[in-house]
């Protein structure tokens, strides 16, 4: 095995990618697309050959998008921002520590105007939005994003996240609901689990009980689709503050139950297990 960073994703491009490649030209989808919750990792997610295989196949089941708008941990601003829309967005490389070759991936993608104009007008005027035009896509997006779509031909949009209200993040989410419907893909990007200042890095496949007995808990709530209890997270969830020290990772979910045509379905989870002990469980709602 290959200790050259980001070896994973280049056999990835090479043997599993081009199978997008043949949905190229398709017509994109003209009707409702999952919202989708994902543990986007990081830079070394591109080491990892099995969650990108199954990053890809997730985007592979589903018709192609009119666009990606996502909400990333990684963007906290209010009021609520929209990223820039132009051609070949710049990243933002809001990482340390590892690889260079990690700040020097790109990630094209096409102009987006014609999305942040349907999403400027979902919104209601108690929620403006403001459209940052020199905002570029942090890794809670591009990261999964060079995974899921790697040729960069899907119209991609980043959206702030203003607040940490589980209620007033729904409500953006219904707001959302109509361009899922119009074939528009709306996800939230965070992890499971983020206790990354308890994470021992020296045992990378030891899973701290903080982060296992949160995303039972996660897991459980999901399968009954029990939103009010996802959002008494705080008080009732097992492993906290340790498993969130910081909210930003788990709030996005909040968007993406907002997003679904039923806030009480039960989630399906599509990935599960665990990263350096972090749970990576990520679902989709229709």
Known sequence: MSTRPGAAFDAFLETTA??????RDWTPADGALPALYLSHGAPPLFDEADWMDRLFAWAQGMPRPK????VSAHWEAAPLMLSSPAPGTPLVYDFG???????EMTYTTPDASAMAKRVAAAMPDSEPLHQHASRGLDHGAWVPLKVMYPYGDVPVLQMSIPTHDPDRLMAIGRRLRPLREEGYLVVGSGFMTHGLPFVDFHHPDRVPGWSADFDVWAAEALGRGDIDELARYRSQ????PYAHPTVDHY?????TYGAAADQEQPAETVIDGYWFGLSRRSFQLA
């Open 18 to 23: 081009p199978r997008a490649a043949e949905r």
């Open 251 to 255: 709030i996005p979910l909040f968007v």
């Open 97 to 103: 520590g590892f690889a260079q070759r990690y700040f």
């Open 67 to 70: 666009g990606v708008l996502i």
């Open 237 to 240: 969830a097992p492993g906290m």
